[in-house]
Every structure is written in structure tokens, then in C-alpha cells.
């Protein structure tokens, strides 16, 4: 007989090594899963209420107009909210954005998830305030909730500023 020690595993180790694997995969999936719907309902959540805020204070900052819109390219306001939004200078004052407006941000959203805004543009004058009389809202969830309370709820009031509702998805 050989003195020397075998290095290595064998098939039955191996199996089972697998095997075990297999099973911990298994159960953390359903998790991992959760755990991606919710941060990119956050993220989405985080972008939107930095997009408001930085519109609103590019208005107050340069004395002119801000707006926020929905937007699928980030050149034209289009009203899509679901495919992404802008921000931009509003230098002419009319809500709507003109050729040679600086478009300040442009996010495009995941396709998991479903985002419906306010058929206006969210627009502020020069002090801040939104342009509109009534609150503006904005929903936004993943496409499948997963029994968890992801949908949130963006009102911007005639101030200007942001309150969120979080729930479960409807």
C-alpha cells in the first residue's frame, strides 16, 4: 500500500455538496426576488422625488421656470411616464419644453415596473411653486408586488413639495 494521502473529493462528497447547494438556491430565491422588487420600487421612488426637488430648485435658483414631465427619449415631454421623466429649465415660462432648454436630468425606469403621473408637466415658476392648482400625483410599483407593500404614492401640492404615501399595490 501507498503511504501517501489521496487529495481531493469524492463523487459521493461532491453530490452532495450540490445537493445541499440546490436546496439553500432553492429556498433563498422567493427572497432574493423580494429583496429586487423593493429596491428598484426605492430607487425609482428616490429618483422621482430628486427629480421634483431639483426641477423645483433650478426655478428658484435662476428666476425662471422648472418642469418635470414624462418622457421615453429625454428630448421631447411625451407624457410616458412608465418609460422614463426629465427635468429641465423652463427659460420661456410656458410649461412646456422648447428647443435650446437645458434638460437638467433624464431617468429612464425599469420595465418591472409601472409608473402613471399627472397628464401636465409638474411645472414651478420662479419662486418654487408648482404651476397647477391642483396636487399633482404620481404612482409608481413593481409589474408583480409579490404580497409586499411597494406602491407609492407621490402627491406634489401647490407649494411644491412632496408627500409619500406607501402601500400594497393595487
Request: hydrophobic share 40%; net charge positive.
Amino acid at each position: 500500500m501507498s503511504s501517501r494521502r489521496s487529495k481531493g473529493f469524492t463523487l459521493v462528497e461532491l453530490m452532495i455538496t450540490l445537493v445541499v447547494m440546490g436546496v439553500v438556491a432553492a429556498i433563498a430565491f422567493p427572497s432574493f426576488q423580494n429583496l429586487i422588487r423593493s429596491s428598484r420600487a426605492a430607487t425609482a421612488h428616490n429618483e422621482l422625488i430628486g427629480m421634483v426637488n431639483l426641477a423645483r430648485n433650478d426655478a428658484i435658483r435662476n428666476n425662471q421656470g422648472g418642469v418635470v414631465c414624462g418622457s421615453s427619449n429625454g428630448t421631447t415631454c411625451n407624457g410616458q411616464w412608465g418609460a422614463g421623466m426629465m427635468a429641465f429649465s423652463d427659460s420661456n415660462a410656458d410649461g412646456a419644453f422648447s428647443n435650446g432648454e437645458p434638460v437638467l436630468r433624464y431617468t429612464a425606469f425599469n420595465s418591472a415596473l409601472t409608473v402613471t403621473g399627472p397628464a401636465a408637466p409638474i411645472a414651478f415658476d420662479a419662486r418654487g411653486r408648482r404651476r397647477a392648482g391642483a396636487n399633482q400625483i404620481v404612482t409608481l410599483r413593481p409589474m408583480n408586488c409579490g404580497g409586499q407593500p411597494l406602491q407609492s404614492t407621490l402627491t406634489i401640492n401647490a407649494s411644491g413639495q412632496v408627500t409619500t404615501v406607501k402601500g400594497a399595490c393595487q
